[in-house]
T-cell receptor, first 115, second 117 residues
Framework: AQTVTQSQPEMSVQEAETVTLSCTYD???????LFWYKQPPSRQMILVIR??????QNATENRFSVNFQKAAKSFSLKISDSQLGDAAMYFC????????????FGKGTKLTVNP | DAGVIQSPRHEVTEMGQEVTLRCKPI?????LFWYRQTMMRGLELLIY????????DSGMPEDRFSAKMPNASFSTLKIQPSEPRDSAVYFC???????????????FGPGTRLTVL
């Protein structure tokens, strides 16, 4: 079974600085997708960024970017120019390719942004 | 667009009672998901439907849990009888489903916080 591990239960960053959240996963599949979701105190789950395993180029969405290392099965999230609104729980998730839509989530990292 | 709608937002019940959680997916979406979030186990998929048919229910904890999707615009998750360990936030999500190997984003509802006393 696929597993997703987030080794940092909590992280903090100063406003305007950069922070990197770690995620590793275990799979025997070659075709899959990886995601980062944000869950603010409102509880709403929001998709931040996604990466297709077959793409070598790292995904980027504005201030959010990933470092996808397929051989190492590592998928970290970098948040640049951190803002107070970035404070939230961040979840890494995996979905294998093909027809299944099942998402497997990590336990999450709580990010605090200090003014 | 109203997004995924869940009701109730909060539910407090006593052990042994039946609990029914409801979800209305985004119009036009073909897949619907039920997740449970707890501190101990994190966020885990309970069951998902595609075109109203259950596809993967391997995450349903036990026979006390059941889910139905009678039509494309409505789903329920029922717990009978409820137990204190069922206390959690239950999320419903929906997506456009799969087409070949393409990916379609899952949109989450606001969740239902269930407390079983």
């Amino acid at each position: 079974a696929q597993t997703v591990t987030q080794s940092q239960p909590e992280m903090s960053v100063q406003e305007a600085e950069t922070v990197t959240l770690s995620c590793t996963y275990d799979t025997s599949e070659s075709d899959y997708y990886l995601f980062w979701y944000k869950q603010p105190p409102s509880r709403q789950m929001i998709l931040v960024i996604r990466q297709e395993a077959y793409k070598q180029q790292n995904a980027t969405e504005n201030r959010f970017s990933v470092n996808f290392q397929k051989a190492a099965k590592s998928f970290s999230l970098k948040i640049s120019d951190s803002q107070l609104g970035d404070a939230a729980m961040y979840f890494c998730a995996y979905r294998r390719g093909g027809g299944s839509e099942k998402l497997v989530f990590g336990k999450g990292t709580k990010l605090t942004v200090n003014p | 667009d109203a997004g995924v709608i869940q009701s109730p937002r909060h539910e407090v019940t006593e052990m042994g009672q039946e609990v029914t959680l409801r979800c209305k997916p985004i119009s036009g979406h073909n897949s619907l998901f039920w997740y449970r979030q707890t501190m101990m186990r994190g966020l885990e998929l309970l069951i998902y439907f595609n075109n109203n048919v259950p596809i993967d229910d391997s995450g349903m904890p036990e026979d006390r849990f059941s889910a139905k999707m009678p039509n494309a615009s409505f789903s329920t998750l029922k717990i009978q009888p409820s137990e204190p360990r069922d206390s959690a936030v239950y999320f419903c999500a929906s997506s456009l489903g799969t087409s070949g190997n393409s990916y379609n984003e899952q949109f989450f509802g606001p969740g239902t916080r269930l407390t079983v006393l």
